[in-house]
């Protein structure tokens, strides 16, 4: 498959208003420890949001569906975390005691706090932005990697991000009508595009690949 064809791809499945240039992959699998160490924070991190969530519910007792998928999503999302950090540790790697990514924390910074249901409206579709461009960087990491065991691991992830993705938005669904919804996700995926463009040139799954001449930007109609 061409790289063109690769993109097409993605841009099939994924709604993102800017997709990342594959000179970002190549850069940063020059370093596989510090990005499996990334990698790692932001499963756990990953797990602790849906426990989070899952308890956000603003109506009264939350429907089942509700509570099984969030539950669903923190236990995958922390059979993850164990499969990076053991791969991790079997390379002589060592989780570190701080983390930070600046993506996560700058997209949510444009969460309406304080208004329910608005509050709960933008965390759910954050997340799913987030697990949106985490699938789109694990598939072009699985295809410019040439580590098999990284392109095993990075293959396998992908299609859960995705998965993850559909079920925040499908749960954001249940709290407002179609066209509010349809609404704050287009201007949240503007705000993400503008984010990620932004994050520094480093070695983790969030970041961004300076001075670019191969960026591909996605014409959507929405």
């Not at 499963?43 to 969530?53: G, V, Y």
């Not at 540790?89 to 949510?108: I, K, P």
């Not at 249940?174 to 503008?194: F, M, Q």
């Amino acid at each position: 498959m061409t790289t063109s064809e690769q993109q097409k791809d993605v841009k099939t499945i994924l709604p993102l208003s800017v997709f990342t240039p594959r000179a970002w992959a190549i850069s940063v699998l020059d370093s596989p420890l510090v990005l499996l160490n990334d990698h790692a924070h932001l499963e756990r991190k990953a797990s602790t949001n849906a426990l989070q969530l899952l308890h956000q519910w603003p109506y009264g007792e939350p429907p089942l569906r509700w509570s099984q998928e969030l539950a669903d999503i923190s236990r995958d999302e922390s059979h993850h975390l164990s499969l990076v950090v053991k791969i991790l540790q079997e390379r002589g790697g060592v989780l570190s005691q701080h983390h930070r990514n600046r993506y996560a924390q700058d997209l949510r910074e444009c969460v309406r706090t304080g208004k329910t249901p608005d509050e709960l409206l933008d965390r759910l579709l954050i997340s799913a932005l987030i697990e949106a461009r985490s699938c789109e960087r694990f598939k072009l990491l699985a295809e410019c990697s040439t580590d098999a065991q990284l392109r095993k691991l990075y293959h396998g992830l992908w299609s859960s991000e995705h998965d993850h993705y559909l079920v925040f938005y499908s749960l954001a669904e249940l709290l407002v009508d179609g066209d509010t919804l349809k609404k704050r996700w287009n201007e949240l995926l503007e705000l993400e595009s503008e984010i990620i463009q932004k994050q520094s040139k480093n070695v983790s799954i969030h970041s961004w690949v300076e001075n670019s001449d191969d960026r591909e930007v996605a014409a959507r109609s929405r």
